[in-house]
């Protein structure tokens, strides 16, 4: 699994969503707004569905996440393998512990253009997104964004809100599938220790990629500093 799928959520069918309420005036454009702006830190437990463009259940997954703006966050997927995806403001590291394998890359080539910005990204990701209307549905205020960049691989970015928390997270690609990631126990504004999000390689792993060194990462590294 490359870093990109890693990252990458796409959705459940819209259709239903989409007739169960009409869009909402700006409020969802307010909730994404004050989500990458005011919201410094966050952590909860996911489930992650991975569905095909015919309704099928692909995988399912799911573990902890913690994001510190800007530039950090470590997704921990515990079932059904173990593997750690961490960003530390410079790189980005995929740890596969059943292929005892570490792939790294620069962190701003790594996450250019993809969703994850809105996750770990300064609050100039919204940039990148082009705001699309909002609708309630299941008890939720979701917000619909668009990639600017039509290279991005991904067609549209959908985040749900529940009493102004983030809940829901999918994510359209431009393979027709995809990703629902359902957020529990979450938690807003309160410190994570740095080590937190830092990555040593264990020993005896393959590591596959180059580290950037810290200051030549352009953007992310720099806003961290």
């Known amino acids: ?7 990458a959520m796409a959705t459940m069918a819209l259709s239903a969503a989409s007739a169960a309420g009409a869009p909402g005036a700006d409020v969802g454009e307010a909730l994404v707004e004050s989500f990458v702006v005011d919201v410094k830190t966050l952590s909860a437990r996911f489930e992650q569905r991975l569905i095909d463009a015919s309704g099928e259940i692909l995988e399912v997954s799911s573990g902890t996440l913690t994001i510190e703006r800007p530039g950090r966050f470590r997704w921990a997927y515990v079932e059904p393998y173990e593997q750690q995806l961490v960003a530390d403001g410079v790189n980005i590291w995929s740890y596969d512990v059943d292929l005892a394998q570490v792939t790294v890359k620069p962190q701003a080539d790594a996450l250019a253009n993809t969703p994850a910005l809105l996750l770990g990204g300064s609050d100039a990701a919204m940039d990148e997104f082009e705001y699309d ?21 991904f067609k549209r970015v959908e985040l749900a ?11 359209h690609d431009n393979l027709e599938q995809t990703t629902l990631v359902s957020l ?14 830092e990555f040593v390689a264990p020993d005896g792993v ?20």
């Open 184 to 197: 529990y126990e979450v938690t807003v504004n309160e410190p994570v220790s740095a080590s937190h999000f």
């Open 161 to 171: 809100f529940s009493n102004g928390v983030l809940a829901r997270m999918v994510f």
């Open 1 to 7: 699994m490359n870093i990109r799928t890693f990252i």
């Open 133 to 153: 209307g909002s609708y309630e549905a299941g008890g939720l205020t979701w917000a619909r964004l668009r990639p600017i960049d039509t290279e991005s691989g």
């Open 206 to 225: 393959d590591v596959v990629g180059t580290p950037a060194a810290a200051g030549v990462e352009s953007g992310v590294a720099d806003d961290a500093s």
